[in-house]
């Protein structure tokens, strides 16, 4: 289970981060910064045992419980690969409106397939943390934003990768993230 972007989170973001959509020459694009969609590894084993991730397990407060695990082989192809530290960001209606995404956590051997209708967005070691993209994500403005760059039409659209690879963002140093980071712990542990 992960946290919530609560109202106080978001203000907190803004307030460290900036708003990503104030025009700025120092801006870069979010691919810059984290893995968008990585490629699974090919020298995994079939019988390996994997978290599988449906979109109905995935809260809009980035909440889930124990995924079920299934063998690598069976879920390898046609669905969407990720692992440890990742963050889901639901890309299509109204999941993505909704808030659908999560850090993921304790997946079986750190590693999960889920559904088709998410993006996975991977930090760069010493560049960008999980609470950090997973709360870009979150904020109501990217949000609407996304929104209106659907492509697709009635209840099937979808924000494409390409709006997630370019969307551009002010680049945060890693102890800024690692203290906001530890801002938001400190707020769910009160929280609790």
């Known amino acids: 289970m992960e946290y919530t972007l609560t109202y106080n989170h978001q203000s907190q973001f803004i307030e460290m981060f900036g708003n990503h959509f104030d025009e700025c020459s120092s801006k870069v694009p979010l691919s810059s910064l984290c893995i968008i969609n990585p490629s699974r590894p090919k020298d995994l084993d079939d019988s390996l045992s994997v978290s599988f991730i449906p979109m109905e397990r995935i809260s809009e407060e980035g909440e889930y419980s124990t995924f079920t695990t299934r063998p690598l082989s069976e879920v390898k192809k046609g669905f969407t690969y990720c ?95 690692e203290e906001f980071a530890a801002i938001v712990r400190q707020a769910d542990k009160s929280k609790y």
């Not at 999560?102 to 997946?107: D, M, P, S, T």
């Not at 996975?120 to 929104?147: E, F």
């Not at 370019?166 to 800024?176: A, D, G, K, Y």
């Open 83 to 177: 692992a440890n530290e990742d963050v889901l960001f639901a890309k299509i209606t109204p999941c993505m409106e909704n808030g659908k995404g999560a850090i993921l956590k304790e997946l079986s051997n750190g590693i999960g397939f889920g559904s088709t209708e998410f993006h996975v967005l991977r930090p760069l070691p010493g560049v960008t943390t999980s609470t950090w993209l997973y709360s870009l994500t979150k904020l109501d403005i990217l949000r609407k934003d996304a929104s209106k760059n659907m492509t697709g039409t009635g209840g099937q659209k979808r924000v494409p990768a390409s709006y997630l690879e370019n969307f551009s963002v002010l680049p945060p140093t890693i102890e800024q993230q």
